[in-house]
């Protein structure tokens, strides 16, 4: 899994030539979520990406969780957040 997420380049397939090119032509609806502590992937980057995809839209999860934000258990709130905007997603 590790391989897949360090070698995962969307803009090596043909046609773009950068990260930015590649994801400016992405058309899915995207809800792109993060915490607020995350120190791998940043609301900084995360609000760049999210402003490159047409249909895309960023929500950040306040929390003191980091990378963990979102995952089973820890915070209520953050799951149902995370669980509604997965509803929303499929009904999209």
């Not at 995962?8 to 994801?23: I, K, N, V």
């Not at 792109?32 to 995360?46: N, P, Q």
């Amino acid at each position: 899994m590790l391989d897949t997420w360090q070698s995962a380049d969307p803009s090596a397939l043909p046609g773009f030539g950068s990260l930015d090119e590649a994801l400016s032509h992405l058309s899915a609806r995207a809800i792109i979520m993060l915490s607020s502590s995350d120190l791998y992937f940043t609301v900084e980057d995360a609000r760049h990406e999210a402003s490159l995809m047409p249909n895309a839209e960023l929500r950040v999860l306040e929390s003191d969780w980091g990378h963990c934000a979102g995952g089973p258990g820890r915070n209520p709130d953050a799951m149902a957040q995370v669980f509604s905007a997965m509803g929303e997603l499929l009904r999209s």
